[in-house]
């Protein structure tokens, strides 16, 4: 078991940045890798950024890249997501999660599906 607890969120202006925090405990956290996804009011749930075990491999959905930052601390049991630049259309509840399979290429690692163990979630509130 993996047990997932994020932190970070809150209400920022346009323009403005915010860094998320996911703190991991239970299973070893190295083996894992993480994720981050987010859903709007009334949208599905998408995926944002995953990270491998190593932090050597990433993925961003196309609308953060260049904005958005994952990254992890294996010696803290925790992974970040720094974001930039934010926009409105950035406001949703934003998860992190926990999966066996490693983000590359050809891996499913965009699908929640893969995912064993989500946080609680943040709220990101984007003002225009």
């Known amino acids: 078991q993996v047990q997932l607890v994020e932190s970070g969120g809150g209400l920022v202006q346009a323009g403005g940045s915010l860094s998320l925090s996911c703190a991991a405990s239970?299973?070893?956290?190295?083996?894992?890798?993480m994720a981050w996804f987010r859903q709007a009011p009334g949208k599905e749930r998408e995926f944002v950024a995953a990270?491998?075990?190593?932090?050597?491999?990433?993925r961003y959905t196309d609308s953060v890249k260049g904005r958005f930052t994952i990254s992890r601390d294996n010696a803290k049991n925790t992974v970040y997501l720094q974001m930039n630049s934010l926009k409105p259309e950035d406001t949703a509840i934003y998860y992190c999660a926990a999966s066996l399979t490693q983000p590359v290429s050809g891996s499913p690692y965009f699908s929640s599906g893969i995912y064993n163990y989500w946080g609680q979630g943040t709220q990101v509130t984007v003002s225009s």
């Open positions: 990270i491998s075990w190593s932090g050597g491999s990433t």
């Open positions: 239970g299973r070893i956290f190295i083996n894992y890798a």
